[in-house]
């Protein structure tokens, strides 16, 4: 086992910078997640480390060794691609075997290997079957398989389960963080799935535009996101967001846009009163934005206009306007209510966010 020191790595094709000097420390046996959108250069990163692309300009180091110019069969990783690569003409057990074959490792030595990855992943009977006669997450299984008889260093994961169905996927993330707290590997993932990425990693590395965001562990990036950004991609549905303009009114500090005087919470008075004039960003998730009661004070309530309630069963997600802004609430599933509808919302001011309007840091 091993740690993944990436250090200032840069990234050019031609004019495309796709990756701008990443610099990321992954412990020994921890499992790290890269998310972010198609082209932010999470794969990219990934396939650097794997040796499959090419540094432009900075180092990376497995253990203590460098291998910017090492090929890939020499880093001693193993990588678990998005589309399985599976040799169709080839049983289970020959598709799992290949690679220690191809290493010249004794047949004994082989099958052993082959067997227990086989057992911990539940596909001992399917070893003299082809992959055409395999379900998807049998298959990815395979190709699981295929990586673990290596005993490599570091696990690479370009996201490995995207082409199962949702429910298949669910099943597999469990699968996958049993699969490491079982070997204890260091391992890296890459995907666009903020869920995926919230539930399998120790912890996550938000990516953008060739730029690491944030990194920290799930309900940091939740509880306190470094940005806007992050704010907006962490989190399902996401996070709300309002212009609004901070003003001072008889010693307190106020949110303030054509539908909302929020009052800010003192845990983030100091943050934000150097604002007092400007316009910043507030952010609110929709679990914190519920229908108001007598309970809660006005302070903390605005008015909005339903434009889709959508029933989950467990919660109602109320799609709502409110002064020209889109925001999303989540309300309790007995409520009646129709596109239309008026409806009074109250924010949970212990959960308030401020971002900095030109820079979108966190203000707190």
Do not use: C, W
């Given at each position: 086992m091993a740690s993944v020191s990436i250090q200032e790595v840069h990234k050019q094709y031609d004019d495309f910078h796709a990756v701008k000097?990443?610099?990321?420390?992954?412990?020994?046996?921890?499992?790290?997640?890269?998310?972010g959108p198609s082209g932010c250069g999470k794969t990219t990163t990934l396939r650097m480390v794997a040796g499959l692309e090419s540094i432009s300009d900075g180092q990376i180091l497995i253990g203590d060794t460098v291998v910017n110019d090492l090929p890939p069969m020499d880093r001693d990783i193993a990588m678990v691609f998005q589309n399985y690569a599976l040799y169709p003409h080839m049983s289970v057990y020959d598709n799992m075997a290949f690679g220690l074959k191809m290493r010249k490792f004794d047949r004994t030595e082989i099958d052993k290997r082959v067997r227990d990855a086989a057992d911990i992943l539940g596909i001992r009977d399917h070893l003299h079957r082809k992959p055409r006669q395999l379900s998807g997450g049998q298959r990815q299984r395979v190709a699981l398989g295929r990586a673990i008889v290596r005993h490599p260093q570091v696990f690479l994961f370009d996201e490995p389960l995207s082409n199962l169905d949702a429910k298949l996927r669910v099943q597999m993330r469990v699968e996958l963080k049993k699969l490491h707290a079982r070997l204890g590997t260091t391992a890296i993932y890459v995907t666009h799935?903020?869920?995926?990425?919230?539930?399998?990693?120790?912890?996550?590395?938000?990516?953008?535009?060739?730029?690491?965001?944030?990194?920290?562990?799930?309900?940091?990036?939740?509880?306190?996101?470094?940005?806007?950004?992050?704010?907006?991609?962490?989190?399902?549905?996401?996070?709300?967001?309002?212009?609004?303009r901070i003003v001072a009114e008889n010693g307190t500090l106020r949110a303030v846009n054509e539908g909302m005087r929020i009052e800010v919470p003192e845990h983030l008075r100091a943050a934000v009163e150097p604002e007092v004039g400007q316009e910043i960003w507030l952010g609110i998730r929709p679990e914190d934005l519920h229908t108001a009661n007598d309970s809660h004070s006005e302070s903390v309530c605005f008015t909005a206009t339903v434009d889709v309630a959508e029933q989950l069963g467990s919660e109602i997600l109320l799609d709502v306007r409110c002064a020209g802004a889109s925001m999303v609430a989540s309300v309790e599933p007995t409520l009646k209510v129709r596109a239309g509808d008026t409806v009074k919302l109250a924010i949970n001011p212990r959960r308030l966010h401020f971002f900095d309007q030109k820079t979108e840091k966190a203000l707190r």
């Open positions: 000097g990443v610099s990321l420390e992954i412990k020994d046996h921890e499992f790290i997640v890269l998310v799935d903020q869920v995926e990425a919230m539930t399998l990693g120790d912890r996550v590395v938000v990516m953008h535009e060739g730029l690491i965001q944030q990194v920290g562990e799930p309900l940091e990036l939740y509880n306190l996101p470094a940005n806007k950004y992050v704010a907006g991609f962490i989190g399902s549905p996401a996070m709300n967001f309002a212009r609004t």
